[in-house]
């Protein structure tokens, strides 16, 4: 079948459902409309690879994705008017967004669960968990028969009237072409001003089509130029994203293959599909290597409306990694290039699940333009950072000629401050926390709270973060909830500031004296495993503090102690035989600990109330 054809028969036989599927989604008719039509326009620009996956799939994500960015008016006023069925429309917005899909993609997609929890990136435990909360807060007496009202929305999409098959072709042919001669027309400014001439991004995709066709035996329909276009506003494309030969600093002997769209599925902490609601465009490129270890690549791009909402899309990007909450998993450290505009983040991770998981992670932007780099690999080591910085300054790049940005790609990385939280200026947080024997579930913290006792202190130290000199003073409490543990097990934290970095010195010296001498004091205490802590992070040392109790058993205790400035922090983790970190990961802890203590200096970090540390 000719490919004109080929694609008018699939229009005709799709558009009626996705435009019900859509409607449903987002319950506003108009921006229904227009997104699923340029979402069929979307798809014939790129019909001779497209044909070649499930192109429906394709097209109802798109559709989904841009009448995303398109609704923003009141839900009352839009059922009011398209007539449609109030109650049920309601309730479906009332869902989360991704439980709202997952709903809708098997009731009126006909996908089983496993398809569409690959659409929305989880795993089929995780989609059935959310579907049945999905249907269970829309199964109520004035929503009886869920299905047939849902399949009465049809009424309202039926309503709607699309553009002819071929008047979607000719829309498709004309965008294609007219982003081709703005590329040629900067390329021209670039000869004028510079004396050099790069090919552009946008003119490889065209002459790579043409190309393509030629080769399938296709020929080009030929229509008039179009009219001089005004310049478009600040954006990217399709084409400004990574391609996998573009790949090989994060594997130079790695085969990297482009995964279709529908495969593509969004890292593990991304908490949503965009960190700019109002993104104005969204990409999401995932990459497979043909290694022995499982190893992938994810970029996305985010096309927000200014700057500023760019600068908040990129610190919400940043605290999604910062403050992620995934069992089994903690960060390494963190890393920044400094560019003639907004400095580049880059996070290790690692998954300590089986097998090992490195993960690495690089969030730059330039103008409206934000972009994340996600890198895992099966392996206990990652990629040389200075790899992933290369890659992401490619990315930049690529990005920033249409981003109205800065194209200075900085410096190499350097060590940076951790990224916060969220749980609290600095306290350790979930992401920090080290994998605790074969425990499976993940760590929860407490909510800070003041520090009246300390929940840290042992019979060793006895510490008190009531003492004069003190100008702040908070703990909270971390628990792994498996109910074979016992109520004992955990790790607590205690933080303070004081009037002076003498102060601070002073009374970390005290609690590292009074453990020194706690096995004259407590016959039943036995103190080993005295290890220092000195440097970047702070000063400090670690203990292991083991206490004989009544029927004759033994209580273990890790205990550490950090300064740095005049701020400190102490922790203890009582833990069981099988159930335990190990002395190492304790000791990196403290580290930890005293690097999260950098954050009482920034802007906004704790301070003490008017009434005392302790408030």
């Known amino acids: 079948m000719p490919r004109a054809e080929e694609f008018d028969a699939f229009y005709t036989a799709t558009r009626a459902r996705l435009l019900h599927q859509t409607y449903a989604l987002t319950s506003d008719l108009g921006a229904t409309a227009a997104a699923v039509r340029d979402a069929y326009i979307h798809a014939w620009q790129y019909w001779h690879r497209l044909r070649l996956h499930d192109a429906e799939d394709w097209v109802r994500h798109e559709s989904a994705r841009l009448a995303r960015l398109r609704h923003h008016s009141h839900l009352r006023s839009r059922l009011d008017e398209s007539g449609a069925d109030v109650s049920v429309l309601a309730a479906l917005q009332a869902l989360p967004a991704t439980e709202r899909r997952l709903l809708l993609l098997q009731s ?32 109520s007496p004035s929503l009886a028969d869920l299905g047939s009202r849902l399949d009465g929305l049809r009424a309202v999409t039926e309503r709607v009237v699309m553009p002819r098959p071929s008047v979607i072709r000719k829309q498709g042919r004309r965008r294609r072409r007219r982003a081709a001669l703005v590329a040629v027309a900067a390329s021209i400014t670039a000869v004028v001003g510079a004396g050099l001439l790069v090919t552009p991004p946008e003119v490889q995709l065209a002459a790579r089509e043409d190309d393509d066709r030629r080769q399938a035996g296709e020929v080009a329909e030929v229509e ?63 990459f497979r290597a043909d290694t022995d270890a499982r190893q992938r690549l994810v970029q996305t791009v985010e096309v927000s409306r200014t700057e500023q909402a760019a600068e908040r899309a990129h610190d919400r990007m940043l605290g999604w990694w910062g403050g992620c909450q ?45 972009t994340t780099l996600v890198h895992e690999v099966d392996r206990p080591q990652g990629p040389p950072i200075a790899a992933a910085a290369g890659t992401t300054a490619l990315a930049t790049t690529l990005l920033c000629s249409t981003s109205a940005g800065s194209c200075d790609v900085g410096s190499g990385p350097r060590p940076a401050l951790l990224p916060p939280t ?38 060793c130290d006895q510490a008190s973060f009531r003492l004069p000199g003190f100008t702040l003073a908070r703990s909270r409490t971390y628990v792994v909830p498996e109910p074979q543990l016992p109520d004992r097990f955990g790790l607590s934290e205690t933080l303070g500031t004081m009037r002076g970095e003498f102060l601070a010195e002073r009374f970390v010296d005290r609690v590292v004296s009074d453990v020194g001498d706690c096995e004259d004091r407590e016959l039943s205490a036995s103190v080993d495993s005295r290890r220092p802590i000195s440097g ?34 102490q922790l203890t983790f009582s833990g069981t035989d099988t159930a335990d970190v190990g002395a190492a990961a304790f000791a990196d802890l403290v580290v930890r600990a005293g690097q999260r203590l950098r954050e009482l200096n920034r802007p906004g970090g704790a301070r003490a109330t008017a009434d005392g540390p302790n408030a």
């Open 422 to 459: 969220g749980e609290g200026p600095g306290f350790l947080g979930v992401v920090d926390l080290p994998p605790v024997g074969s425990l499976t579930s993940p760590w929860a913290g407490t909510d800070p709270t003041g520090a009246g006792t300390n929940p840290a202190a042992t019979l």
């Open 108 to 139: 009126l997609g006909d996908l089983d669960l496993a398809t569409a929890a690959r659409d929305v990136a989880m795993t089929d435990e995780a989609a059935l968990d959310a579907t049945d909360n999905a249907l269970h807060q829309v199964r």
């Open 326 to 370: 995934v069992a089994r998993l903690q960060l390494l450290d963190a890393y920044s290039i400094r560019r003639d505009g907004p400095d580049t983040d880059l996070l290790r991770l690692r998954s300590w699940r089986q097998p090992t998981r490195t993960i690495t992670v690089a969030i730059a932007r330039t103008g409206v333009v934000s």
């Open 224 to 286: 008039p130029p179009p009219q001089p276009q005004r310049p478009p506003p600040p954006g990217a494309g399709t084409q400004q994203l990574l391609r996998a030969a573009e790949l090989t600093g994060f594997d130079p002997r790695a085969g990297w293959t482009e995964l279709p769209e529908r495969r593509s599925t969004y890292p593990v902490c991304q908490a949503e599909e965009q960190a700019d609601p109002r993104a104005r465009d969204a990409y999401l490129r995932t």
């Open 536 to 569: 970047g992070a702070g000063q400090g040392q670690v203990w292991q503090l083991t206490f004989e109790v009544a029927d004759g058993s033994a209580v273990t205790y890790r205990l550490g102690i950090v300064r740095s400035g005049a701020a400190l922090a």
